[in-house]
């Protein structure tokens, strides 16, 4: 079965530093992997996504995360943290039916909080 | 162009009762996928609608039940409301193919009492 795996439930990091969210995933077969963003009272709010191509992915608002085969993980990484970015962050992975549709498989999230 | 728009955002039900929730996807979306999340949790699917059809079925109940319009709009009823309903339920539209991220709505918060 698929899965992702957040290992941290909450990373602190100074205003200006640079930040990573971990996560690790286990699928059979190509991964298709997503980070989403959540805001206090709010849906969910795409970053970027890791379909096939370069292992580094650039998505929104500064962040990147990195694709690596060899250590089944997917970081989302941003070089310079802003308070703003603080919010709850969800690793993905887009599971396949053999009828042809798809779920995601959320990991249990981490709280990012960026200290002033 | 609006965005996943769901209805209402906030809810209070009492035990046994049944509601329903209502969903409009992104413009030129044609699926939608409902999930459940509870408090402290992520995301987890409930059910997913393709061409007014459930397609695709998570680990609920049938308690949990949708329907799909022509429009693509989509609504999720929960009967026999239990306290452990209690959740932020998200809305996500997408299109139907493989390579494309979904739209998630803001969420209706369903309290259970």
């Known amino acids: 079965a698929q899965s992702v795996a957040q290992p941290e439930d909450q990373v602190n990091v100074a205003e200006g530093n640079p930040l990573t969210v971990k996560c690790t995933y286990s699928?059979?077969?190509?991964?298709?992997l997503f980070w989403y963003v959540q805001y206090p009272n709010r849906g969910l709010q795409f970053l970027l996504k890791y379909i096939t191509g370069d292992n580094l992915v650039k998505g929104s608002y500064g962040f990147e995360a990195e694709f690596n085969k060899s250590q089944t993980s997917f970081h989302l990484k941003k070089p310079s943290a802003l308070v703003s970015d603080s919010a709850l962050y969800f690793c993905a992975v887009r599971d396949f039916t053999t009828s042809g549709t798809y779920k995601y498989i959320f990991g249990t999230g981490t709280r990012l909080k960026v200290l002033a | 162009d609006a965005g996943v728009t769901q209805s209402p955002t906030h809810l209070i039900k009492t035990r046994g009762q049944q509601v329903t929730l209502r969903c409009s996807p992104k413009s030129g979306h044609d699926t939608v996928s409902w999930y459940q999340q509870a408090l402290g949790q992520g995301p987890q699917f409930i059910f997913q609608y393709y061409e007014e059809e459930e397609r695709q079925r998570g680990n609920f109940p049938d308690r949990f039940s949708g329907h799909q319009f022509p429009n693509y709009s989509s609504e999720l009823n929960v009967n026999a409301l239990l306290l452990g309903d209690s959740a932020l339920y998200l809305c996500a539209s997408s299109l139907s193919t493989w390579d494309t991220e979904a739209f998630f709505g803001q969420g209706t918060r369903l309290t259970v009492v």
């Open positions: 699928v059979s077969g190509n991964p298709y």
